[in-house]
């Protein structure tokens, strides 16, 4: 097989010890190249290439770059065209409620399917510098480096990895080893960021939100989120395949709520409509009862309200012991 050459066009991004460029084959082909930094620290960069490259040769799905090459120092792959989650967030701050539920349903499905295989796949960073939205609107999920095969048995990660404030509690704690609910965690918070801008690292900002919901974003949307980032992972969804379900279901619990509130608001105004329309028929028999009725009864307020004076006045002067 013939060797391709490839030339690197220019840097697309850079991590702690790596380098991302895009680069193109003899024949105008993009590539993305991941090499690690040349510097004597880099043997744990090395292995998760290594990692990388195992996990995609068992992934076959269009939303996911292929592996195209392994090198002694990275890796090259399919590149996709299209831009970050990331950056389309620092544009437009953030996304409304139904492109928020688009891009998280096309997630479900790329999740489900790594989930799904023999050997369970758990992603493990789900963020927006990992999605990329292609010319089409579609989702790419890139950058294999922390996910994991899911290890039956297993009582914990080999490494803990993810992204802090996105990552699930027990990515960083002796909590058992990651499945395919952490996933679901960090999807949580990727959708809580696209709804909502916060930064996801302010813990306490994060909290409120989930407490009290978001202007303009519905209970029921805000619901879903709540339970894919409850911090005891037995209390999450769980499958990805119950959040796609959910997705599908919930628009239509939105406008059975908001139709039941309109019939509210309507027979409320009916009821207020007929009083009013009652009062105005029979106001004068309504204002001469009430004239007749006011003059039978005030002599006797008159006399309680004279009465209770006194009594407060008497009161008073205990107080303040005036004989």
Not at 72 to 99: A, M, N
Not at 243 to 264: H, M, Q, T
Request: positive net charge; hydrophobic residues 35%; proline residues 3%.
């Amino acid at each position: 097989m013939e060797k391709r050459e490839f030339k690197i066009v220019k840097r697309l991004g850079e991590g702690g010890s790596s380098h991302t460029f895009l680069a193109v084959d003899d024949k105008g082909i993009k590539y993305t190249i991941k090499k690690a930094k040349n510097n004597n620290d880099n043997i744990h960069e090395l292995l998760g290439f290594e990692n990388e490259a195992v996990i995609l040769e068992k992934i076959n799905h269009p939303s996911v770059p292929k592996l195209v090459e392994k090198l002694s120092d990275g890796i090259i792959l399919e590149y996709c065209e299209g831009k970050t989650l990331e950056k389309i967030l620092l544009e437009k701050g953030t996304l409304s409620e139904r492109e928020t539920a688009r891009i998280a349903k096309e997630l479900t499905d790329i999740l489900a399917y790594l989930h799904s295989k023999d050997k369970c796949i758990v992603y493990r960073d789900i963020k927006p510098a990992n999605i990329i939205i292609d010319n089409e609107g579609h989702v790419k999920l890139i950058d294999f480096g922390a996910a994991r095969i899911y290890k039956p048995g297993e009582q914990n990660d080999t490494q803990n990895l993810g992204t802090l404030g996105f990552a699930a509690p027990e990515q960083f704690g002796n909590l058992g080893q990651t499945d395919p609910r952490t996933d679901i965690y960090c999807l949580g918070m990727t959708m809580l960021l696209m709804i909502s801008g916060v930064d996801i690292k302010d813990f306490e900002k994060v909290k409120r939100y989930k407490i009290n919901g978001i202007n303009n974003v519905s209970k029921e949307f805000m619901d879903i989120i709540a339970k894919c980032t409850r911090p005891d992972r037995n209390d999450r969804f769980k499958a990805v395949q119950e959040i796609a379900a959910e997705l599908e279901r919930y628009p239509a619990r939105v406008r059975k709520r908001k139709a039941k509130r309109s019939i509210r608001i309507v027979s409320l105004a009916v009821v207020m409509s007929f009083t009013i329309s009652v009062l105005i028929s029979y106001g004068n028999d309504i204002k001469t009862f009430a004239v007749t009725d006011l003059g039978r009864r005030l002599p006797a307020v008159e006399e309680r309200i004279g009465y209770a004076r006194l009594k407060i006045g008497s009161y008073i002067d205990d107080i303040l012991g005036v004989e």
